[in-house]
Antibody
Framework: QVQLVESGGGVVQPGGSLRLSCAAS????????MYWVRQAPGKGLEWAAV????????FYADSVKGRFTISRDNSKNTLYLQMNSLTIDDTAIYYC??????????????WGQGTLVTVSS | QSVLTQPPSASGTPGQRVTISCSGSSSNIGSNSVYWYQQLPGTAPKLLIYRDNQRRSGVPDRFSGSKSGTSASLAITGLRSEDEADYYC????????????FGTGTKVTVL
């Protein structure tokens, strides 16, 4: 079955950087777009970024554009999120999620357990 | 600020029917598939309904989704205590800003 395991979260100071990883298994990783979705403490879900199956199409939420970089390595079945210039507002659980469709995008169908990023001085 | 609007809360007694609405626009719900997620306390979201009204394998048939124009709904019939959770709708958006949007979320309480 589909497994998504995030790692790389932790405590970082404002202005700092962090790189999240998401190891995927149980499906053909290179056939599906992938998402990063975050959830601030006590808040709702917020889409952060999406990358197409072949990395040709990448999109970001306005709130992270210019600071975060999504990437993937299909040979390693791994998704990444490089986060720079972090602010307190970036404090959240970060989930990676798999796209429902092959080759196209419609919405996520499977989610990892999440990794907590805390931005604090 | 989410572009998909849900009621903040809904409630019912065991066995009752609860409906959660998700209001959007022509750039999101009106032109793209709606997905519904359940998030139990302290856990990751789980897909319930995909492509507007398709129930994911393993999801009880008490859950159903529908869509009309720029609005969608999730219905829970025969409400059970384990249905107490947060529910979110989501869809791609072809507007000028964020491309994938989640609803504001609805907390369902079983009385």
């Amino acid at each position: 079955q589909v497994q998504l395991v995030e790692s790389g979260g932790g405590v970082v100071q404002p202005g700092g950087s962090l790189r999240l990883s998401c190891a995927a298994s149980g499906f053909t990783f290179g056939h599906h777009a992938m998402y990063w979705v975050r959830q601030a403490p006590g808040k709702g879900l917020e889409w952060a970024a999406v990358i197409s199956y072949d990395s040709e199409n990448i999109f970001y939420a306005d709130s992270v554009k210019g600071r975060f970089t999504i990437s993937r390595d299909n040979s390693k079945n791994t998704l990444y999120l490089q986060m720079n210039s972090l602010t307190i507002d970036d404090t959240a659980i970060y989930y990676c999620a798999k796209e429902d469709l092959k080759w196209e995008t419609a919405g996520p169908d499977s989610w990892g357990q999440g990794t907590l990023v805390t931005v604090s001085s | 600020q989410s572009v998909l609007t849900q009621p903040p809360s809904a409630s019912g007694t065991p066995g009752q029917r609860v409906t959660i609405s998700c209001s959007g626009s022509s750039s999101n719900i009106g032109s793209n598939s709606v997905y519904w997620y359940q998030q139990l306390p302290g856990t990751a979201p789980k897909l319930l309904i995909y492509r507007d009204n398709q129930r994911r394998s393993g999801v009880p048939d008490r859950f159903s989704g529908s869509k009309s124009g720029t609005s969608a709904s999730l219905a829970i019939t025969g409400l059970r205590s384990e249905d107490e959770a947060d529910y979110y709708c989501a869809a791609w958006d072809e507007g000028l800003t964020d491309l994938y949007v989640f609803g504001t979320g609805t907390k369902v309480t079983v009385l």
